[in-house]
T-cell receptor, first 115, second 114 residues
Framework: AQSVTQPDIHITVSEGASLELRCNYSYGATPYLFWYVQSPGQGLQLLLKYFSGDTLVQGIKGFEAEFKRSQSSFNLRKPSVHWSDAAEYFCAVGAPVNAGNMLTFGGGTRLMVKP | EAQVTQNPRYLITVTGKKLTVTCSQNMNHEYMSWYRQDPGLGLRQIYYSMNVEVTDKGDVPEGYKVSRKEKRNFPLILESPSPNQTSLYFC?????????????FGPGTRLLVL
């Protein structure tokens, strides 16, 4: 069974600083990997996803993530954080075809942005 | 507008009083799913449906029921709610169950069981 670990429960960064959110996964085959963002009181919005090809994936809102098979990681990055990026971020690993549990989520990282 | 809708958005109830949370999508998606979100645990899948009349258990199905009589609707039923079902619930859908397919999430239903 797949699993996802987000080691940082809370992260605080200053506006304009760079950001890296960590995600480690456990999966027995080539994974499908996702990052979702949840703004306060909102549902989940897909930031980006990886399932093949270039290991550096570009997403919306200036985010990117890099898949590193050797480290079983899929860390999310942004070069310059904006106050509106304050939210909770979830990493998820996707199951293959015909497996009903399509997504397994990490516990989430709550990002706070200092002015 | 393509979306997943859930009702109600907020619900306070008492132990043992049956309730239903509705979920509807207007994207003709085959796959629908229910998750619950609890602090530090992320989202955990309750039930999913691969198509009409096809449903199956996720990771935490105890105390919940679902049905899929129409493609667009996937209600979550709590026959006898208990306080440990206090949580934030999300419905999601995707066009198929093919791996890598994007899931679209509803806005969430916050449930408090007293």
């Amino acid at each position: 069974a797949q699993s996802v670990t987000q080691p940082d429960i809370h992260i605080t960064v200053s506006e304009g600083a760079s950001l890296e959110l960590r995600c480690n996964y456990s999966y027995g085959a080539t994974p499908y990997l996702f990052w979702y963002v949840q703004s306060p009181g909102q549902g989940l919005q897909l930031l980006l996803k990886y399932f093949s090809g270039d290991t550096l994936v570009q997403g919306i809102k200036g985010f990117e993530a890099e898949f590193k098979r050797s480290q079983s990681s899929f860390n999310l990055r942004k070069p310059s954080v904006h106050w509106s990026d304050a939210a909770e971020y979830f990493c998820a690993v996707g199951a293959p075809v015909n497996a009903g549990n399509m997504l397994t989520f990490g516990g989430g990282t709550r990002l706070m942005v200092k002015p | 507008e393509a979306q997943v809708t859930q009702n109600p958005r907020y619900l306070i109830t008492v132990t043992g009083k049956k309730l239903t949370v509705t979920c509807s999508q207007n994207m003709n998606h085959e796959y629908m799913s229910w998750y619950r979100q609890d602090p530090g645990l992320g989202l955990r899948q309750i039930y999913y449906s691969m198509n009409v009349e096809v449903t199956d258990k996720g990771d935490v199905p105890e105390g919940y029921k679902v049905s899929r009589k129409e493609k667009r609707n996937f209600p979550l039923i709590l026959e006898s709610p208990s306080p440990n079902q206090t949580s934030l619930y999300f419905c999601a859908s995707s066009i198929t169950i093919r791996g890598g397919e994007t899931q679209y999430f509803g806005p969430g239903t916050r449930l408090l069981v007293l």
